[in-house]
């Protein structure tokens, strides 16, 4: 019988574990797997917490479904039927910027129309089909990239924002062919970004015409899909799949070593336990620990990754004191003079049953890279920041009669320029450890679509591994 360990039981861990026994059993190969997770809940990021009748999401509401990786893992856990699509009003999305609430215009036309961005800023948008190419060679920001091909105005009311919304990040730091690699890709194939929207509109025209489903083009596209007690459903299903013995809760791994016997000795503080296969689904920071003695370099390298921290606040109403029609997903703030959040969500717009009969749920969000001291922030520092943000942006003078706050230290990881060189390493180094394989939100992709698909990836390079041998 051969052993596999999987360290972390977030999303990715989950999965990987979930997705190596299915593959294993595929394969026909007797796999025992453990998933090693530190606390005493597994899940990660991922917390649905129902209190007083509003359901609180800790950390992600959702995933879209513009990505298969999500809905794929559905179909293999037979959930597929169990799925909640936000409601249709949820398209709707606005961004805050010259002291008013814009609505995102969904396609070409509405953007003229829409008063967001100045006449000279659309004046220069409209100059982008002639801006040329990428600098060669060069690991561009995406400010860099927003300033040179759109401008500053679209940089600071349309790109800034996605970035706050997707990695809580400064896009003076962020990597664009790190963390928007699609359209670093859009623009060395088409030479521009409104010739790839011709060519791309053209060929969903095409689709839909063939009877194909064809996702919104609002917002960063898809659906936000979730289950009706939240997305933590996702967790606990995969969870309950496991739950022959195969995952170990507060049972933190404390270092990798090698082994005698087996390629691989995890350390855990209840004891050693040595495998063939190792899958590190734990945050960038907690592997580069872990592999501080097998391979100090590779330990360094996932040590360079860093993570911005985030506050999550959630705050309940009586519907009938609140006077903004809360028709719509919710709002992120570009980058804007006084402004203290990120952004406010308005959950129970977004999916059902989200707050009480007669209530509302919003959600805001405080700190992230360009905020990084907010987190230390005391409870009433914090409140301060997002009831003062709500009074100015949606004119909200009432208190929450509900009030949950959530700190992420943290939060999510940040491709910063460099991030294409820290992953070249690591596979690098990866390739002198075989069967040892990194998983999670700290390298291809934050959203839980890219988890997924970091854990099949995972899941897959482990049963290969096995065949080889
Ligand atoms: C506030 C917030 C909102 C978000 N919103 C969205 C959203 O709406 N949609 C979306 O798609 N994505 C969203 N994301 C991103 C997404 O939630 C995360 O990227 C994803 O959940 C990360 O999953 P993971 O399994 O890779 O990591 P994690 O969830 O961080 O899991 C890692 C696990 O490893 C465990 N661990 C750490 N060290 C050890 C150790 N030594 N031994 C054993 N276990 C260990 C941890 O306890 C943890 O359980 C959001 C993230 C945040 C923070």
């Given at each position: ?34 998933l090693?997770?530190?606390?005493k ?5 991922i917390w ?7 359901l ?16 794929e893992l ?11 699509r936000?409601?249709?009003?949820a ?29 000279p ?9 002639f801006?040329p ?5 060069v690991?561009?920001?995406v ?8 401008g500053?105005?679209?940089l ?25 690699p699609?359209?670093?890709e ?23 015409a ?15 899909t ?5 997305i ?8 309950e ?10 049972a933190?791994a404390?270092?990798?070593?090698e ?20 899958i ?17 370099e ?22 009938d ?12 703030i ?33 700190g ?9 922030l ?6 301060q ?38 992953l ?12 040892l ?5 700290s ?9 997924v ?17």
């Amino acid at each position: 019988m051969k052993k596999a360990i999987v360290v972390g039981g977030g999303i990715s861990g989950l999965a990987s574990a979930f997705l190596l026994k299915e593959k294993a059993k595929a394969a026909g190969i007797a796999l025992d797997v453990t998933l090693l997770e530190k606390e005493k809940r597994v899940g990660g990021k991922i917390w649905s917490m129902k209190n007083d009748g509003y359901l609180c999401e800790w950390g992600p509401n959702g995933f879209l479904d513009s990505k298969p990786q999500t809905l794929e893992l559905c179909d293999n856990l037979k959930i597929r039927g169990q799925l909640l699509r936000s409601n249709s009003s949820a398209r709707k999305r606005f961004i805050y910027a010259d002291g008013q609430l814009h609505r995102l215009p969904e396609d070409g036309f509405s953007f003229f129309k829409s008063r967001m961005i100045s006449w000279p800023g659309k004046i220069r948008l409209s100059m982008e089909p002639f801006i040329p190419g990428p600098p060669e060679g060069v690991d561009e920001t995406v400010a860099a990239f927003g300033r040179r091909r759109l401008g500053a105005e679209a940089l600071q009311k349309l790109i800034s924002p996605m970035v706050s919304g997707i990695f809580a990040g400064d896009t003076e730091t962020m990597s664009l062919k790190s963390c928007f690699p699609r359209i670093a890709e859009l623009e060395r194939e088409y030479g521009g970004l409104v010739m790839a929207m011709v060519m791309l509109a053209r060929k969903k025209r095409r689709e839909r015409a063939e009877g194909k489903v064809v996702s919104s083009p609002a917002g960063p596209g898809g659906v936000l899909t979730s289950f009706p007690d939240g997305i933590q459903e996702l967790t606990d299903f995969l969870a309950e799949r496991l739950a022959d013995g195969t995952i170990v809760q507060g049972a933190g791994a404390t270092k990798i070593s090698e082994s005698r016997d087996l390629p691989y000795q995890v350390h855990t503080e209840n004891g050693k336990m040595d495998a063939d296969i190792l899958i590190l689904a734990t945050p960038s920071h907690a592997s580069a620990s872990l592999l501080l003695e097998l391979d100090p370099e590779m330990s360094s390298v996932l040590k360079g990754i860093q993570y911005s921290s985030m506050t999550v606040v959630c705050l309940g109403y009586e519907r009938d004191r609140i006077a903004h029609d809360l028709n719509g997903f919710g709002y992120l703030i570009a980058k804007e003079d006084g402004m203290k959040t990120l952004g406010t969500l308005w959950d129970s717009s977004i999916f059902e049953n989200r707050a009480p009969q007669g209530k509302v749920l919003l959600r805001s969000m405080l700190g992230g890279a360009c905020f990084p001291e907010y987190i230390k922030l005391s409870d009433d520092e914090v409140m301060q920041r997002v009831k003062g943000d709500l009074r100015h942006i949606m004119g909200i003078n009432e208190e929450p009669s509900f009030v949950r706050i959530f700190r992420h230290p943290e939060a999510i990881p940040q491709y910063t320029v460099g991030h294409g060189e820290r992953l070249a390493s690591l596979q690098e180094k990866a390739e002198q450890h075989p069967g040892l394989i990194l998983a999670g939100n700290s390298y291809r992709g934050v959203g839980i679509n890219d988890c997924v698909a970091s854990a099949n990836n995972a899941a897959e390079a482990g049963i290969n591994r096995l065949l080889k041998r």
